[in-house]
């Protein structure tokens, strides 16, 4: 009795599939499962969006030379209960970064839970408490890694589309990001976003 081999093509393709799946149904769930802010699109251009947000509570700790590691770190100590009651918060999504040159900051969204119960003062002063008012923001979706040409770039390409759109920005840019490190790069969310005026001004 002749046994023909298996193609080898057609093994790798009967593994690759269901692992793909598990990928994407393991990114899905894990983003939908996480809070974000709700916001107004106002006007949409291909990547390009103008979008209304309300006042968002942010716990805010300034960024080290170490890149995202030292500020991260501080603040999910806040979020596990590193604060006056020892409350754990959920955490939200996206981690916003202040693209300032100097004193960049990284801020997490209390969620609406902490919000309605009342968010914990924070011990020690590496993270404080803040607002971040309503407003109007023009904003850049963008993919890749959390890289200073990424964000330059996406910085470079959304001042570009407020110039053709005769529109100015005011203050610093902000970046938004979604997906922890381990999402695999090609299915990252990532933002810029620049305050173009007041929330439905």
Known sequence: ???????????????????????????????????????????ADEKFEIRDYPALTIATTPMNDDGMNGGFRQ?????????ETAEKIEMTAPVLISAAKEKKTMSFIMPRKALEKGVPMPTGD???????????????????????????????????????????????????????PWRPVFMRRNEVMIRIGNHRE
């Open 126 to 180: 590496s993270v404080v408490l803040g607002k971040m008012d309503a407003a109007r923001f023009a904003v850049l979706r963008f993919g890749g890694s959390r890289t200073a040409e990424n964000e330059k770039a996406a910085v470079a390409k959304l001042t570009a589309w407020l110039e053709t759109q005769k529109l100015t920005g005011k203050g610093t840019p902000t970046f938004a990001y979604y997906d922890p």
């Open 1 to 43: 009795m002749h046994l023909m081999k298996p193609n080898m093509s057609s093994v790798l393709l009967a593994v690759a599939v269901p692992v793909c799946l598990a990928i994407f149904w393991l990114v899905s769930t894990s983003r939908a499962a996480t809070e974000t802010p709700e916001y107004k699109v106002i006007r």
């Open 75 to 83: 603040l999910f100590r806040f979020i596990s209960g590193k604060n």
